[in-house]
């Protein structure tokens, strides 16, 4: 499922992302995560998600999909373990007590901060999918 330069594509990602700040719609935990998929496997989940615009149609889209971690078991499959969680996975984690979805880095969690791209702690997490 993962392209052969994966890797490379997923540091890019990164680098295009570093400094880019949250914004509902375009880089919140969801596109964030679903524009880092596509970097590693070519496949485009944004089209599975629900279409929204704003916090409070992000929080109905969310509310209507059943949460989160059922969006994303929607499009990625049944969740594994975070504990099972590599490099390129989708983690789901709790920061800010809330959940928000984010890619594994080996040790932590990529997602889209206020102010750029932010690593949350492994040891939040609450579910994954391979990738």
């Not at 540091?11 to 375009?26: I, K, N, T, V």
């Not at 070519?42 to 971690?69: H, M, T």
Request: charged residues 15%; glycine residues 12%.
């Amino acid at each position: 499922m993962r392209l052969p330069d994966w890797q490379l594509r997923l540091a890019e990602f990164g680098r295009a992302r570093a400094s880019m700040p949250f914004d509902w719609g375009l880089n919140d935990c969801c596109t964030f995560t679903a524009d880092a998929v596509h970097a590693i496997t070519g496949q485009n989940l944004r089209s599975g998600f629900p279409a929204y615009a704003g916090e409070v149609g992000a929080l109905r889209a969310i509310a209507a999909g059943g949460g989160l971690q059922q969006l994303a078991s929607n499009l990625l499959g049944d969740p594994m373990s975070p504990k099972m969680a590599a490099v390129g996975d989708v983690v789901l984690v709790l920061n800010a007590e809330r959940e928000m979805l984010g890619i594994c880095n080996g040790t932590g969690v990529l997602a889209p901060g206020v102010a750029g791209m932010i690593v949350v702690g492994m040891d939040t997490a609450i579910a994954a999918w391979r990738i």
